[in-house]
């Protein structure tokens, strides 16, 4: 899915952006700098024109009272850009606005985030990225069509998104009928041209509260950096002892990064990955995405060993609580509990064959050891 961001309330996101918008029934998150239509800046949207974009579907959601750098502010400038925007959202253009939140300049801190969490339900960044169902709330990705991007490139996103199911946000400043003399306008005839294509592929639209209805709602980071066992390639400490037919370096079919494992689970053969050891009690799960290719329901057993010594062991269909599906990557948590392997030495991680015979090409990335 997609969803169209306006940030600071430009007043050319009513004249050029909203018909574009409004004729191909997009709806879209606009993030409103609230002074600035509370006092009338000069080149912002009035309240009138916030309140029809309100009445025709829009989100109406929070950029702050006047756009500061969120993580140079004391605790009480900090608590009026945060706390007093969404109020006045709420009461100039209805109960239901100012729920979601952009940081300005995408910068926060730790302190920023904790103070957010209290006012809004999610914080768009500007990282880019896509967004999967398992995505912080907090720590939207979004991608900045800054004047520099091309349709070429929008278009590239949208078809990664909807090749890995992905929730895609874009986000735009101004715009202009005429030539982007600014990194932060857009012309307007690219911006149709995007949407048009965002119509032809049939890309579900949404605004960011729609989008994060679909999502499992995380509001905090996963334990943070596991021990990578593999990413891009093997991790730190770890060799490749894999004996099925394998490729570390495959870049065709990939989850995140520059590369995946491809391999082929056949005949009891395996992936296997060797540590000198690591101490199991400092760990809760092993985490690894999967992909099953053209064909998918492979049977595949994740086992894990200490020297000939079996530790546990499940297969990933199991895991998942169904078959792997062909086409698409999935992820599987397997806390060490549930393999019964809680504490002492791990050294060899096998991705093995369940099936004994001959089964589709599987696909592997992002396969680590999440730590307490
Ligand atoms: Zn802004």
Request: proline letters at 3%; a negative charge.
């Amino acid at each position: 899915m997609i969803s169209i961001t306006l940030d600071d309330g430009w007043s050319t996101q009513y004249t050029l952006a909203r018909p574009a918008l409004k004729s191909r029934a997009i709806p879209a998150t606009y993030y409103l700098v609230t002074d600035a239509v509370a006092q009338g800046w000069g080149g912002y949207m009035t309240l009138a024109q916030v309140q029809t974009l309100k009445a025709e579907g829009n989100e109406i959601a929070s950029h702050t009272r006047t756009h500061a750098d969120l993580t140079a502010l004391t605790p009480a400038q900090l608590t009026s850009e945060l706390h007093d925007s969404r109020a006045w959202l709420e009461a100039n253009v209805g109960a239901a606005c100012g729920k979601d939140f952009a940081s300005p300049y995408g910068a926060y801190n730790a302190t920023v985030m904790t103070a957010l969490k209290t006012e809004y339900a999610s914080h768009r960044t500007i990282n880019a990225g896509r967004n999967y169902r398992d995505t912080v709330v907090y720590e939207l990705r979004a991608n900045d069509v800054s004047s520099a991007v091309t349709v070429a490139q929008v278009k590239g996103w949208i078809n990664q998104a909807i090749a890995e199911k992905s929730w895609l946000i874009i986000l735009f400043h101004e715009f202009t009928s005429g030539t982007p003399t600014r990194e932060t306008q857009y012309k307007t005839t690219n911006f149709t041209s995007i949407l048009s294509y965002v119509k032809s592929t049939g890309i579900r639209t949404v605004t960011v509260e729609e989008g994060l209805a679909l999502t499992d709602g995380l509001t905090e980071a996963p334990p943070s950096v596991g021990t990578v066992v593999y990413d891009d390639a093997m991790g730190s400490g770890f060799q490749d002892w894999s004996w099925a037919t394998h490729d570390l370096d495959q870049a065709v079919t990939v989850h995140s990064g520059s590369t995946a494992v491809g391999f082929e689970p056949d005949y009891w053969e395996a992936l296997m990955f060797h540590h000198t050891g690591l101490d199991l009690s400092l760990y809760q799960s092993v985490d690894l995405w999967v992909h099953g290719g053209t064909t998918g329901g492979q049977q595949v057993r994740l086992a894990l060993y200490n020297g000939g010594t079996p530790l546990g062991s499940i297969n990933l269909e199991t895991a998942l609580g169904h078959p792997i599906a062909a086409g698409t990557w999935q992820k599987v948590s397997i806390p060490l509990s549930t393999l019964g392997a809680t504490s002492g030495t791990v050294d060899d991680f096998y991705v093995m064959d369940d099936s004994g015979s001959d089964q589709g090409t599987l696909y592997v990335d992002d396969f680590v050891l999440v730590p307490y």
